[in-house]
């Protein structure tokens, strides 16, 4: 008999056999409401691999009785859009055709235009999916003729009942005593990280690596942790998920939440992302902490340079303690403000002339109207004598603003007294 992979077998025949995706497929929700109208828009699918994707729109297929074509993205081309394309209105595709094309994203702009045409007309409905944001990778003529809905990561208690489901069907297909214990199936679900197939194909691992042992089949969490090691990283570092998780390390820093910035500290280096974790930690410094602790900077810079030089595993601890630093230190955003407003001066065309007094001295030998006259500040008591810098157009413009910070208020209060007795 030719296998068939467990999650194959498994694979929900109805929406309510579904795992997870309540918030699209439940009872009444919108996308069920739309499935079940029978007329069946244009759709983009977005989310993680595992989450019900491709078995929606087979059953989406066999509702409204049109003939299912799936594509990957990856290998196929414009030829195969032709021979879809050459089967509509035939025997092959009397209603019409659903299809599925999976991780569109790598369709270039011809390939999905090439579609256009058919969708518009309804003899193709295209349903596509991709784990990328769609805003980012799919062209706006796809995009304007689609609805867009999104699949979540399954959650653990989800996984761990699709999982206990799959070892219930192997003890009636095959008549046998499964002991899979509640610590081994948690192990299965949290390991797969929301990934539905991949748990239940850990499982059918598990399964058949115990099955010529004899007697009642026992899984153990320990067997059950190797197979699934890693597997719960869903991680690309081009892709969303990068760009969510260093976005979540620093917005935990930012935060002052040492516990979320250890986590996704940690997710980045489970991934192998040394090179990812250390710029956001340096970047966070002055973004972040910035002059209410001026020493985060250099701090920050010893560890990132520690952690370049033992590399991974070992790189983990000076940038925990980087991390765990710039999560409790004092947080201020002058700097950041303050070179925002400055450039986007320079940007409008905010320039102006050089002040006479800041321009290089070989000026005084040429034919200007009037001498230098830069005033050197160190002559003058406190170091500082009052004297213009910015040029005309943007001389009483404010940059910077102390923040409110003890080493801020610091400098101030410094620079108040200084001024105020000159």
């Known amino acids: 008999m030719e296998y068939r992979p467990l999650a194959d077998e498994l694979r929900p025949e109805s929406l309510d056999e579904v795992v997870g995706q309540e918030h699209i497929l439940g009872r009444g929700s919108m996308l069920r409401r739309i499935i079940e109208s029978g007329q069946v828009p244009n759709m983009i699918f977005y989310g993680p691999s595992g989450t019900g994707k491709t078995t929606v729109a087979r059953i989406i297929a066999e509702r409204t009785q049109r003939s299912l074509r799936r594509m ?6 414009t030829s195969d859009i032709k021979g879809i394309i050459g089967e509509l209105d035939t025997l092959l595709a009397p209603n019409g055709v659903l299809l599925y094309l999976d991780e569109i994203q790598y369709f270039n702009k011809k390939q999905q235009q090439s579609l256009l045409e058919f969708i518009e007309n309804g003899k193709i409905t295209l349903i596509a999916s991709t784990t990328e944001n769609p805003y980012f990778y799919v062209f706006n003529a796809i995009l304007s003729r689609s609805t867009i809905f999104e699949f979540k990561q399954v959650a653990p208690e989800e996984t761990i009942r699709a999982v206990r489901r799959a070892t219930q069907f192997l003890e009636r297909r095959d008549g046998v005593k499964i002991s899979a214990g509640e610590e081994t199936l948690r192990v299965i679900s949290l390991g797969c990280g929301g990934d539905v197939r991949k748990a239940i194909n850990a499982l059918e691992m598990l399964y058949n690596a115990q099955r010529g042992a004899g007697g009642e089949i026992v899984l153990s969490p320990e067997d059950a942790r190797l197979v699934t090691q890693r597997s719960a990283m869903h991680y690309d570092k081009t892709g969303d998920e990068h760009f969510d998780t260093v976005s979540a390390l620093m917005k935990s820093l930012r935060g002052s939440d040492p516990d979320a910035s ?11 992302d040394l090179i990812g974790a250390c710029r956001r930690l340096l970047c966070s410094a002055s973004e972040d902490i910035g002059l209410a602790y001026p020493q985060a900077v250099g701090i920050v810079k010893s560890c990132v340079d520690a952690a370049l030089q033992l590399g991974l595993p070992e790189a983990q601890l000076p940038l925990a303690q980087a991390a765990i630093l710039l999560a409790t230190a004092p947080k201020s955003n002058s700097v950041v403000e303050a070179i925002g407003a400055a450039r986007a001066d320079v940007k409008a ?8 007094e800041l321009q290089n001295v070989h000026a005084d030998s040429t034919e200007h109207k009037r001498n230098q006259n830069y005033k050197y500040p160190h002559n003058y008591p406190g170091h500082w004598v009052k004297q213009q810098y910015l040029p005309d157009v943007l001389k009483d413009v404010r940059y910077y603003e102390y923040g409110d910070n003890k080493v801020e208020q610091a400098a101030r209060a410094y620079w108040e007294r200084i001024k105020q007795e000159l």
């Open 72 to 77: 990957n993205a990856t290998t196929a081309g």
């Open 262 to 272: 250890l986590h996704y500290l940690a997710r980045l280096l489970e991934a192998g």
């Open 349 to 356: 065309g905010k320039t102006g002339a050089f002040p006479r």
